[in-house]
């Protein structure tokens, strides 16, 4: 499923036009990415939880050279599916 039917899905079962469904999609990652930016953990019950974790640096290796390289401190986006997804999928 891309963005389109995501938004097609949303306006079908909410009862929204494809362009309230757009708006609300498109506020909903924009809060999500604005928590996560500033740290925060956002759950959304039944489906998951996002969050940030703090990658340490490590060392790995360049394929074309073969040469160690020292590979930057990062941070990442974990999630972890809820009950309800999990249970939906299985």
Do not use: C, H, W, Y
């Amino acid at each position: 499923m891309n963005k389109t039917e995501l938004i097609n899905a949303i306006a079908e079962k909410a009862g929204l036009t494809k362009t309230q469904a757009k708006d609300a999609l498109d506020a909903a990652v924009e809060a999500i990415g604005a928590a996560l930016a500033e740290n925060d953990k956002v759950a959304i019950l039944g489906f998951g939880t996002f969050s940030v974790v703090e990658k340490a640096a490590r060392t790995g290796i360049n394929p074309q050279t073969k040469q160690q390289i020292t590979i930057a401190a990062r941070k990442n986006i974990k999630f972890k599916a809820g009950s309800e997804l999990t249970a939906k999928v299985k």
